[in-house]
């Protein structure tokens, strides 16, 4: 309760009590005084009671609006209920979201902007209560599948995240709460938001907290927040007594991506720890520095199988021709099933004429997953002497194994491969292989199969089949597509909006545009305020945006507008990465860097 609501009775009660008002020696004051001692503290508890009861039944009031199907009359109540910063309003609001049924519930948009709207004053319960109450699912687990009436830890962290920098201060202020979860929780949190003025705070952290797993989180914030300031930090913490620091550290550098932490890595690949070792390695590969290939070849040769696959794949990221014989070696000698995969998809990568052989002679005696992993390689090389063997391998007793071959037969574009994909798919009876079969051959230009299977009854297959249309972009199944819009099947009609759109024709722009009651090309305009709006079904609009008038800007803005930890996965994501490997940028993408810049999902605080 506001104290200055009770100032004037306070200050009433306490000159009373005191006796200033009273004549020395008056008897008559002097027992009124005593009736006054017995009596003020009831009229204060009335008094208190009574404003208790008004603003109970004020902030009922504005609950009960939240649920109005009136967005306006929502959002004033949010406001309103922001405006009360009040610790209870917040936990009253936490509760009301997490009963919610779904995310178009409108109590749950309501209450839920305004938590949005509460600012600084909700970040402290929002960490901290959800622990507090012994709340402790697994992650995969969605709020709306329980009926606990708190808000899950990770609900709570999304709430923090939309907030954006407002949220900054009070998390690094919980750097230093006594719940070494909270400040775990605070440090990661402040490396999602990018913050970087807790920059100095989380190298404290990291140098200085008992706990380890709050020293990683804060290592981990460092190098997604990133800058000059990150560096020397991190370098230092290669050289921590723990090894799960030191390791966190090198995976923050790769992180960082910064050339100037090349030496500290390669310094960090002789550590006496293998999981440090492979983890500096993944680093180098992900900065790609040529003064990483020779060291990295030497540790192929180490005692430790994580420390030969991380190095396997941190040098076909380079894609150094020197790789290419140590990598053969690997692959032919080491007993290790990830290295060996890591070497095989390192010698495609490679893109060297060398690589064919030592992938060949895997194909015809290897072991199933080196089979698999050697004939997806052999397409990403792309070399058409290997159209025979890959041939060979779509008979192969492994669905795996036959998916690849069809996946990179379809790469490598030679028509002699028409055939024998045909012949196979007339034969395959595996609902995971067929739809691979089949778009290899309509990259061959026989898009006959695909239009069959997108008659198919699975759905998850004909998801498949419809991705596969949009990526060959047959004119043919414009129509066929179209019927599917009409499906109850929310999936299958984003999959087939996306599809039209990749088409491109003009009775598919049409039929998008009138299945999503939207002008595409605003979308495209505009589209970092639809990023900051986050309203329901922005992301098919902005993947269809995306087709029609996309840039490697606006595609790495898609790939980094959401959480950091769930941008690898989802709908828009895949749809990005299809986008940018269709136009021949996807490293590019991937090289992207997160920035506070860039514009954030559901930002704006409109839900």
């Known amino acids: 309760m506001p104290a200055a609501r009770l100032a004037p009775v306070t200050r009433g009660l306490s000159g009373l009590l005191s006796g200033r008002s009273l004549k020395a020696g008056d008897a008559m004051w002097t027992r009124r005084r005593s009736r006054l001692l017995f009596i003020a503290p009831l009229v204060a508890l009335l008094a208190v009671a009574s404003y208790v009861a008004v603003f109970t039944a004020r902030v009922d009031s504005l609950i009960r609006d939240l649920s109005n199907p009136t967005i306006s009359v929502r959002a004033a109540a949010a406001r309103k209920l922001a405006a009360m910063q009040s610790r209870r309003v917040t ?7 997490a009963r919610a049924n779904s995310a ?41 599948v329980s009926r606990d009436p708190y808000l899950k830890p990770w609900d709570c962290e999304g709430v923090l995240w939309r907030m954006g920098p407002v949220a900054g201060p009070p998390l690094v202020r919980l750097l230093g709460d006594d719940d070494w979860q909270v400040r775990k929780d605070a440090a990661s949190m402040l490396g999602e938001l990018a913050y970087e003025p807790a920059m100095d705070a989380l190298a404290d952290v990291a140098h200085s907290d008992p706990e380890g797993e709050v020293r990683s989180s804060a290592i981990d914030a460092l190098g997604t927040i990133g800058g000059s300031g990150a560096l020397e930090p991190l370098v230092s913490l290669l050289k921590d007594e723990s090894r799960d620091v030191r390791a966190t550290a090198a995976d923050a550098l790769g992180t960082l991506a910064d050339a100037r932490g090349v030496e500290p890595l390669l310094g960090a690949l002789k550590d006496k720890d293998s999981l440090v070792r492979a983890t500096a390695a993944r680093s180098l590969g992900v900065i790609k520095d040529q003064r990483a290939v020779l060291p990295l070849i030497a540790a192929l040769k180490d005692d430790a199988n994580n420390v030969i696959a991380a190095s396997a794949w941190a040098l076909g990221q380079i894609g150094d021709p020197r790789a290419v014989m140590p990598l053969a070696v690997v692959l032919d000698e080491c007993g290790n099933a990830n290295a060996r995969w890591a070497a095989a998809s390192a010698l495609g990568l490679t893109k060297d004429p060398r690589a064919l052989d030592p ?20 397409g990403v090389l ?7 063997s890959l041939v060979v391998l779509l008979s192969d007793a492994d669905n795996n194994v036959r998916g690849a071959a069809a996946d990179s037969l379809g790469r490598i574009g030679d028509k ?3 055939s024998p994909l045909a012949r196979a798919f007339a034969n395959e009876k595996d609902d995971q292989v067929r ?13 006959s199969f695909l239009m069959e299977l997108l008659r198919h009854p699975d759905p998850s297959a004909k998801s498949e089949v419809i991705r596969a249309i949009g990526r060959v972009r047959e004119p043919a199944a414009v129509k066929p597509l179209i019927a599917i819009l009409s499906s109850r099947d929310e999936s299958l009609t984003e999959d087939a909006a996306i599809a039209l759109e990749a088409i491109g024709t003009e009775e598919a722009c049409k039929a998008v545009e009138a299945f999503v009651h939207a002008d595409i090309s605003e979308v495209a ?16 609009l902005l993947i ?15 790939l980094r507008c959401e959480r950091p930890r769930y941008t690898s996965s989802g709908h828009l994501a895949w749809a990005v990465r299809d986008w940018a490997d269709r136009h021949g940028v996807l490293d590019e993408l991937e090289s992207s860097k997160n920035s506070p810049d860039r514009p954030k999902w559901g930002r704006a605080g409109d839900l």
């Open 382 to 388: 792309g070399d058409p002497h290997a159209v025979d």
């Open 525 to 540: 305009r505009n589209y970092k305020n639809h990023i900051r709006a986050g309203a329901p079904r922005t992301r098919l």
């Open 544 to 558: 269809l945006a995306l087709e029609r008038h996309g840039t490697l800007e606006m595609a790495e803005d898609l």
């Open 416 to 418: 002699r491969a028409v």
């Open 359 to 378: 992938l060949l002679s895997v194909t015809n005696h290897g072991y199933l997953a080196d089979r698999s992993s050697a004939a997806y390689a052999l």
């Open 435 to 447: 739809p691979a079969l089949a778009e290899a051959l309509g990259l061959l230009g026989d898009t």
């Open 91 to 97: 936990m009253r609001l936490m509760e009301l979201v």
């Open 104 to 144: 178009d519930d409108p109590s749950f948009q309501g209450a839920y902007l305004a938590l949005l709207k509460t600012g600084p004053a909700a970040v402290e319960p929002l960490l901290k209560e959800p622990y507090r109450r012994g709340i402790d699912l697994p992650n995969w687990v969605p709020f709306h």
